[in-house]
């Protein structure tokens, strides 16, 4: 029987990282610090508020002065008014919400309040999504490649919600390195039928396996590197557009626009 490998996972604890601490640094510190090494081919899967931190993406929210547009916001979400502020500058578009979650479409994603986030931000800061997690996906691919020798790829994640279910999930925001999405179009299931829709969202499948690990409250493990992933690797570098589907193909947005 043919000795198939299997997907290891391994959740790597940082402690608490501060804006402006060395990213590449703090991961190859805190991978040293659990024994684990890095191999060609492995994925490293690093939250988006570690890129956030990197670019100093934090705000207080006290330094914010509401708009009339955003007190009204504030009011029907039950918001405070500061962060409806922020929402209203950081999303491209909102379509409507529930109380403490607006739903927003920021750099071609569906998202709660922008990505904007309280959880493991200072008390009375927020954290922003990064300017562009697909450059800094390729910027750790690269400081790595040249600190330790070996190839690897990079996936950038956030929590994400899916219609109709509760919780949070993995979502990818950036990856450098592999295919994000698996097109199979054409290919053929257990009876031959050839497939007309069905793409695999790749990216999105290892970005919930790592979130998984990387818990939501105060577990610190904000990295998680995975070994031997079923996936295609290449030397691209992919943001969220990539991972779009357009909103005339979307089942979600066709809908009920």
């Not at 309040?113 to 800061?125: F, L």
């Not at 990856?175 to 999105?204: M, N, S, W």
Request: glycine share 6%; net charge negative.
């Amino acid at each position: 029987m043919e000795d198939k490998k299997r997907m290891r996972l391994y959740a790597v604890n940082t402690g608490i990282v501060r804006a402006g601490d060395d990213l590449v640094s703090t991961v190859l510190e805190s991978l040293r610090r659990q024994n684990l090494t890095l191999e060609d081919n492995d994925v490293l899967a690093l939250t988006s508020k570690l890129i956030s931190y990197a670019e100093n993406r934090l705000v207080k929210l006290d330094n914010i002065k509401p708009s009339t547009e955003a007190k009204k916001l504030a009011k029907r979400f039950e918001l405070q008014p500061e962060f409806a502020e922020l929402i209203l500058r950081e999303s491209d578009k909102i379509y409507g919400g529930v109380a403490k979650a607006v739903l927003t479409l920021k750099d071609e994603v569906l998202t709660a309040n922008a990505g904007i986030d309280n959880k493991n931000a200072p008390e009375g800061y927020v954290v922003l999504w990064p300017i562009d997690a697909s450059a800094w996906a390729e910027r750790i691919r690269e400081e790595i490649k040249q600190e330790t020798d070996k190839k690897i790829a990079v996936l950038v994640i956030d929590s994400g919600l899916a219609p109709l279910r509760k919780g949070t999930g993995g979502l990818a925001l950036a990856v450098a390195g592999f295919k994000p999405v698996r097109d199979q179009r054409g290919e053929k299931d257990i009876y031959g039928k050839p497939l007309v829709i069905t793409q695999h969202a790749v990216a999105d499948d290892l970005a919930s396996a790592a979130h998984l690990l990387m818990g939501e409250a105060a577990e610190k493990t904000p990295i998680v590197l995975i070994k031997d992933a079923p996936v295609d690797f290449d030397d691209d570098v992919y943001g969220s557009v990539d991972m779009m589907m357009p909103f005339k193909e979307c089942i979600f947005m066709s809908t009920f626009r």
